[in-house]
């Protein structure tokens, strides 16, 4: 299997993951409420751990995909 076309479905896994937790984000934002400059860092943390833990698994979960069906 070539190496280009892993990274390539890797990298599709990973955009697919990212497009559909900024939906999910940017509607549950709705709240207009004031936060702390702590809790806004807080969150961005937390978002920015789930994002990337979340694009691997979904770059792996394409390359696995990709891998069983093309032997």
């Known amino acids: 299997m070539e190496s280009f076309a892993v ?4 990298i ?4 697919t ?3 559909n937790w900024a ?3 940017l509607r549950g934002t709705q709240i207009l409420q ?3 400059l702590l809790a ?3 969150k961005l943390l937390v978002y920015f751990l789930l994002s990337s833990l979340g694009v691997l ?4 979960l394409f390359v696995s995909v990709f ?5």
């Not at 698994?57 to 792996?60: C, D, E, K, L």
């Open 7 to 10: 990274t390539l479905i890797f």
């Open 23 to 25: 939906f999910l984000i």
């Open 12 to 15: 599709l896994g990973g955009l």
């Open 40 to 42: 806004k860092c807080t």
């Open 67 to 71: 891998m069983f069906a093309h032997g």
């Open 34 to 36: 004031e936060e702390s």
């Open 57 to 60: 698994a979904g770059g792996v």
């Open 17 to 19: 993951f990212l497009v």
